[in-house]
């Protein structure tokens, strides 16, 4: 595929084989983030790359078990409700029990943070779609960022004390017949145009 239809058919996957990803094909999607562009060039988007199903798991349980014990609130974001309710069912698994889980952190008190992790997750997703394999952006660890549990876990990762988790990629195979994603485009019905 040449780029253009790499970016026109990323789509997000949410179940996933448990194969494990090829060391190599891993590697090209963290290296794909890594040269993304960062504010200033300050590149310091922290990546921690989550391959051991044991952390995994008990990450998801610790998000499961904080989510829980939130409050569901009228005119919540709707995402963030879905997770409370789902965790208060007990079967919320934030990561699709995808066999790899990468973090990306960054600074709190840089004011490109944010888009320094969406351009590094952008060109990991496409890598990854050149790879054959399937992502979704994760979301649930940015909203669980004061939870002690989950600081805890990623300070004793190596985070630093000022660096806050701004989103996570989930990437396996996707559980489908033939292996990959699918990747039949979304109808464009917002993000409009406007030519000069
Ligand atoms: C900033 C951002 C946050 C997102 N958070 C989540 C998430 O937490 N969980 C999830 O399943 N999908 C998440 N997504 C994926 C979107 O739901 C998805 O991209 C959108 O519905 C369009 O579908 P597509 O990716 O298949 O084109 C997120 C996407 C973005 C850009």
Redesign the pocket.
């Known amino acids: 595929m040449n780029t253009y239809e790499l970016i026109t058919t990323?789509?997000?996957?949410?179940r996933f084989k448990d194969t494990a990803v090829p060391e190599e094909d891993l590697n090209e999607i963290i290296e794909a983030g890594r040269f993304a562009p960062s504010g200033g060039n300050n590149q310091s988007t922290h990546f921690f790359v989550i391959t051991d199903k044991a952390v995994l798991d008990k990450l998801a349980d610790m998000a499961q078990a904080s989510f829980a014990a939130m409050e569901l609130k009228e005119g919540m974001y709707p995402?963030l409700a879905s997770?409370i309710h789902q965790s208060k069912n007990g079967n919320y698994r934030?990561h699709?029990n995808a066999p790899v889980l990468v973090v990306l952190a960054n600074q709190k008190d840089y004011g490109n943070n944010i888009a320094d992790c969406?351009c590094a997750?952008?060109n990991m997703?496409i890598m990854a779609n050149a790879l054959d394999l399937g992502t979704?952006?994760?979301?649930?660890l940015?909203w669980l960022n004061e939870d002690p549990g989950v600081r805890e876990l990623f300070a004793s990762f190596g985070a630093e004390e000022n660096e806050r988790i701004y989103?996570?990629l989930?990437i396996g195979y996707a559980d489908t017949e033939d292996g990959l994603p699918?990747r039949t485009?979304?109808p464009r019905k917002g993000n409009p145009v406007t030519v000069i």
């Open positions: 990323r789509r997000s996957t949410r995402s997770s934030f699709y969406a997750l952008e997703m979704c952006w994760i979301n649930q940015k989103g996570a989930a699918v485009p979304l």
